[in-house]
């Protein structure tokens, strides 16, 4: 059972070039979540999906920054224009269901990450 | 959101038994807690999730009190390989708001 795959694992972009981060989740999960990590700091979050949905982007800069998850396909968090300040770790995690209650937890998976570095 | 607060560190032998305590005091009634590990350049691992009381699996225990307002973690007879940083969650009913603190940084020596 594949875990959450993130693809490229390492990517270099000069300043002002786009890039793109690819998330296949979980098999069988349909929800989606990208956090950014900078160094010596915890995971932030970014964007909520499901398929073909953005739930929750509450924490995704409004400028530069998309995401999608599209009927097929992975999940894609794109960042145009990058700058310097834009270098981090990117990680993606799936989960099966949204919400946790009281009688059933809700496990979320997370990826090995995508490290970005713009020089 | 329900804020949690960890040690940011701490120091172990290889062997000795591990407790990270982790403060929760606005925890609300649906919320679960769950605890994970990350090691450097790599993802965060799910260690263990509960609800109340003690849960237990193969790699740790999770004790939380019947006021839920803490719980810990316990790492029994912990290797050079569990040094790593230590995150409790609390989930708050949707999974997007869950919030990762500054987590224990935990440093295990022989």
């Known amino acids: 059972n594949a875990g959450v795959m993130q693809n490229p694992r390492h990517l270099v972009r000069r300043r002002g070039q786009e890039a793109r981060l690819r998330c296949s989740p979980m098999k069988g999960h349909s929800h989606v979540y990208w956090y950014r990590q900078l160094p010596e700091e915890g995971l932030k979050f970014m964007v909520y999906l499901q398929k073909e949905n953005i739930i929750d982007e509450s924490g995704m800069p409004k400028e530069r920054f998309s995401a999608e998850f599209p009927k097929e396909g992975p999940s894609i968090l794109r960042i145009q224009q990058v700058v310097r300040g834009d270098s981090a770790a990117y990680f993606c995690?799936?989960?099966?269901?949204?919400?946790?209650?009281?009688?059933?937890?809700?496990?979320?998976?997370f990826g090995e990450g995508s490290w970005l570095t713009v020089v | 959101l329900a804020k949690t607060t960890q040690p940011i560190s701490m120091d172990s032998y290889e062997g000795q038994e591990v407790n990270i305590t982790c403060s929760h005091n606005?925890?609300?009634?649906?919320?679960?807690i769950t605890w994970y590990q990350q090691f450097p350049s790599q993802g965060p691992r799910f260690i263990i999730q509960g609800y109340k009381t003690k849960v237990t699996n193969e790699v740790a225990s999770l004790f939380i009190p019947a006021d839920r307002k803490s719980s810990t973690l316990s790492l029994p007879r912990v290797s050079l390989s569990d040094t790593a940083v230590y995150y409790c969650l609390v989930g708050t009913g949707t999974a997007s708001k869950l919030t990762f603190g500054t987590g224990t940084r935990l440093q295990v020596t022989l």
């Open positions: 606005n925890i609300a009634t649906n919320d679960y």
């Open positions: 995690a799936s989960s099966p269901r949204t919400g946790w209650t009281a009688n059933s937890g809700n496990t979320i998976y």
